[in-house]
């Protein structure tokens, strides 16, 4: 995994043209197309060009089968976040910074294999079996559920409806939606 620099200052990415920041140096790269003109984000399946890889995410609808489909080659996915992830593959992008030793991850899986590889000590245990979210302290009973809850804080909905495509963070609250 890329170590991914703890120093706020290097860890920011200035545009030359305008005032804006970036955390991570793609979305500064994208940004940038947008004072050059640039549209090197290119869909393969009709040629399209965009300033920014979200805008040529956002134009692939899904393939026949209800499946998500990559602009960079023939693989496709039940869901967007999937998707999404997949593509950090493509272009380089590790979104998913351990706050423990900065190490960063292409996708969210493997940014909680790592903690729970070297950083189990720091995923602090409250009772049996108990577990508390650093974010919020919310403490909850089992890990699978503060990986789970900790998508939430991310904005992870990785449980989608098959009948509207609603996405959900909670297994449960995708069970109530479909009843």
């Not at 920014?52 to 899904?62: D, E, G, I, P, V």
């Not at 089968?65 to 869901?79: H, V």
């Not at 809850?149 to 989608?160: N, Q, T």
Request: positive net charge; aromatic residues 8%; hydrophobic residues 20%.
């Amino acid at each position: 995994s890329q170590r991914s620099s703890l120093d706020s200052d290097q860890s920011k990415h200035h545009c030359p043209f305008c005032e804006k920041v970036y955390r991570f140096k793609q979305n500064l790269r994208d940004h940038i197309n947008v004072h050059t003109g640039k549209r090197p984000h290119i869909c393969k399946h009709c040629g399209a060009s965009f300033t920014h890889l979200s805008n040529m995410c956002a134009h692939f609808a899904r393939t026949e089968e209800g499946k998500f489909q990559c602009p960079y080659c023939e693989k496709a996915y039940n869901f967007k976040h999937t998707l999404k992830d997949h593509i950090n593959k493509h272009t380089g992008l590790r979104p998913h910074v351990c706050k423990h030793c900065g190490d960063s991850f292409t996708h969210l899986a493997s940014l909680c294999n790592h903690i729970k590889r070297r950083h189990e000590e720091k995923i602090p245990q409250v009772r049996n079996y108990s577990f508390k979210c650093k974010l919020c302290g919310h403490l909850l009973k089992a890990r699978k559920s503060l990986y789970e809850h900790i998508d939430s804080h991310l904005g992870r909905k990785p449980y989608s409806c098959t009948h509207c495509g609603d996405s959900f963070t909670h297994k449960s609250t995708l069970h109530n939606h479909v009843r």
